[in-house]
């Protein structure tokens, strides 16, 4: 008996063809539908400003999708966590999102090669009175944490990290990270199922972008599952995320 892909393949509609919404899931209903039903409705009003903000620029397509941002709040609320990275800001939705669910004391160490962006979202974040948990960082995040290794004094102090950045660069993170997060804190590293196409047949249709990174989300998610210092788990959430918890 075909399975729901072949199905799916068989009447022409693929699961690793370009998909229009940010969901890995059968269908753009289902997605809407939770959307609608549980996502939107329960959404803080700073974050759907700062969504609708970000829906007018031109690279929108790299928003962290709102029920991705549902699901980081909630995790960090149940880590209990106040000390916390992320490398990939944007215009700060995912950041937003990590502010408002940390203690007032907490902090976000954040970085990205592109201040502009992440000023577009950041009136929306001072309005909520969050911009203090934030230390925002410009340039290319791997001297940051290179020079924080040096340094001795971050090693296992974050409860929390995003990796949400450059794919071609998530092995040398990982690296450095490891370092860096708490014994029995989290890594999150973003977009693991690379809209599909880490099943997608080497001549099926893919954007350049996606074709580049492809490799290198191949490689990280066979590295991480052979990585005897985490636990991990792939979530099909949003682009796919995997959870990354440090055991020693
Ligand atoms: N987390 C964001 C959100 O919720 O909207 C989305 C991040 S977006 C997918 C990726 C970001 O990584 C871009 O803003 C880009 O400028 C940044 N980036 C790319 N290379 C980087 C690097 N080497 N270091 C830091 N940030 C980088
Ligand atoms: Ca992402």
Same mark, same amino acid.
């Given at each position: 008996m075909a399975t729901q892909a072949e199905q799916q393949t068989q009447s022409g509609?693929?699961?690793?063809?370009?998909?229009?919404?940010?969901?890995?899931?059968?269908s753009d209903a289902l997605y809407q539908y939770i959307l609608e039903t549980s996502v939107y409705p329960r959404e803080p009003e700073p974050m759907r400003e700062l969504r609708e903000i970000t +829906?007018?620029? @031109?690279?929108?397509?790299m928003c962290t999708p709102a029920d991705e941002g549902q699901f980081l709040n909630m995790l960090l609320k149940l880590i209990n966590a106040k000390n916390t990275m992320e490398i990939g =800001?944007?215009?700060g939705y995912s950041l937003l999102a990590t502010a408002l669910a940390l203690p007032d004391d907490g902090k976000i160490l954040a970085m990205d090669i592109n201040k502009e962006n992440y000023e577009l979202g950041l009136p929306v974040i001072q309005k909520a009175g969050l911009a203090h948990k934030i230390d925002f960082k410009e340039g290319p995040a791997l001297p940051v944490l290179d020079q924080m290794i040096e340094d001795?004094?971050?090693?296992?102090?974050?409860?929390f990290i995003f990796v949400d950045a450059d794919k071609d660069n998530y092995l040398n993170y990982h690296k450095r990270l490891i370092e860096l997060v708490k014994v029995g804190g989290l890594i999150g590293y973003d977009n693991t199922l690379w809209n599909g196409a880490v =099943?997608? @047949? @080497?001549? +099926?249709?893919?954007r350049k972008y996606v074709r580049y990174y492809r490799p290198f989300v191949l490689e990280l998610n066979k590295a991480l599952a052979a990585d005897p210092r985490i636990e991990i788990c792939q979530l099909p959430v949003g682009d796919g995320i995997t959870l990354c918890r440090r055991v020693n």
């Open positions: 509609t693929t699961g690793h063809q370009e998909v229009n919404h940010k969901s890995l899931l059968q +829906a007018n620029h @031109p690279w929108n397509l =800001v944007y215009t001795g004094k971050f090693h296992g102090t974050f409860d =099943v997608a @047949p @080497p001549d +099926a249709p893919m």
